[in-house]
């Protein structure tokens, strides 16, 4: 079933939200699939955004958390991982992160209000998983992207928030990873940051980054950087 959009389930009831979370559950389970990336937690409050948008439930932070948390809620009832994406956030860009490295320098107080409280929410309702964003946000990290950065996903989203699930990248190859650190050295830099699941490529354009699994195996018996993790 083509099922509406956020932004358009946004515009409507909210138990809409909790219906298609249930309605999706239902086909996803038929089909023998557990596991739903989605729904996308972002606040869309930048006009000139080029990648979230629509995906987004709206422009409101509240807004996008209880309609969110109503979908994870319908989806997670039917015995459906959700994941509630970006992590911290990648509503406010003018970069996709498909194509580029978008940077955000908005203080820890800004974040926490806006772009961190559907996320909070999610989490304290009971979320299995999150998917984390290509994103540098220097008030915790001013050099690398919240899906390679240990101040993110484990000193933020772990310890301070305490999220207990599972932590998921968006895919190693978006440009924002595989045009700086490379993919390969991206999975390994996010699992020892802390990640659970590093998603690649489909099988069929796999080979150019099968040395990945070299590099997994190689770098983290090495001494010194990546130590014996």
């Known amino acids: 079933t083509f099922f509406p959009g956020a932004m358009t389930i946004g515009a409507t009831d909210i138990n809409n939200a909790y219906?298609?979370?249930?309605?999706?559950?239902?086909?996803?389970?038929?089909?023998?699939?557990?596991?739903?990336?989605?729904?996308?937690?972002?606040?869309?409050?930048?006009?000139?955004?080029?990648?979230?948008?629509?995906?987004?439930?709206?422009?409101?932070?509240?807004?996008?958390?209880?309609?969110?948390?109503?979908?994870?809620?319908?989806?997670?009832?039917?015995?459906?991982?959700?994941?509630?994406?970006?992590?911290?956030?990648?509503?406010?860009?003018?970069?996709?992160?498909?194509?580029g490295l978008p940077i955000i320098e908005h203080s820890k107080d800004r974040l926490n209000k806006i772009e961190l409280y559907p996320f909070k929410k999610a989490i304290e309702s009971g979320l299995d998983a999150i998917m984390s964003a290509h994103i540098i946000f220097k008030a915790y990290d001013s050099e690398r992207p919240a899906t390679l950065s240990k101040a993110v996903l484990t000193d933020l989203l772990k310890k301070e928030l305490g999220f207990k699930g599972l932590i998921v990248s968006d895919c190693m190859e978006m440009k924002a990873i595989d045009d700086t650190v490379t993919a390969p050295k991206g999975v390994l830099e996010g699992l020892l940051a802390g990640l659970a699941i590093s998603p690649q490529t489909p099988p069929s354009t796999l080979l150019p980054y099968a040395k990945s699994i070299d590099i997994l195996t190689v770098m983290s018996v090495y001494p010194g950087k990546y130590g014996q993790s």
């Open 19 to 99: 219906y298609v979370g249930q309605k999706m559950g239902d086909e996803l389970r038929a089909l023998g699939i557990n596991f739903n990336l989605a729904p996308t937690l972002d606040v869309n409050n930048n006009p000139h955004n080029p990648v979230i948008g629509v995906r987004s439930y709206s422009s409101n932070e509240k807004h996008v958390a209880s309609y969110g948390i109503s979908y994870i809620k319908g989806l997670q009832e039917k015995g459906i991982i959700a994941t509630a994406k970006h992590f911290p956030g990648h509503g406010d860009t003018n970069i996709d992160s498909h194509l």
